[in-house]
Nanobody, 122 residues
Framework: VQLQASGGGLVQRGGSLRLSCAAS????????IAWFRQAPGKEREGVLC????????YYKSDVKGRFTISRDNSKNTVYLQMNELKFEDSAVYYC????????????????RGQGTQVTVSS
């Protein structure tokens, strides 16, 4: 099983970016999908999660209304759409998946991917 996050890059404050999380060896359409991030010198933290029944859990309240998760089952890929990006959103972003319900902890996920860097600049 492999999860590969991609799509990171440099974006101006207030801009948008879409991250992808492609899976192999596992089907994502019936799984909970979470995104975590880790900024330099800080611990990895949960950002948000979409359960298998498409219910959101927000672990960072300030992303509500700005970040959304979507699925493309035909590509076995999920996306994190990030809008109105702020400096504090700069971090390495990771995707993770588990069955059914969300968890706010990295260790709570059965499958965890590599990260992609997001840098918000002025």
């Amino acid at each position: 099983v492999q999860l590969q996050a991609s799509g990171g890059g440099l974006v101006q404050r207030g801009g948008s970016l879409r991250l992808s999380c492609a899976a192999s060896g596992i089907t994502l359409d019936s799984k909970a999908i979470a995104w975590f991030r880790q900024a330099p010198g800080k611990e990895r933290e949960g950002v948000l999660c979409l359960s298998s029944s498409d219910v959101y859990s927000y672990y960072k309240s300030d992303v509500k209304g700005r970040f959304t998760i979507s699925r493309d089952n035909s590509k076995n890929t999920v996306y994190l759409q990030m809008n109105e990006l702020k400096f504090e959103d700069s971090a390495v972003y990771y995707c993770a998946t588990r069955s059914y319900l969300c968890s706010g902890t990295w260790s709570g996920y059965h499958y965890r991917g590599q990260g992609t860097q997001v840098t918000v600049s002025s």
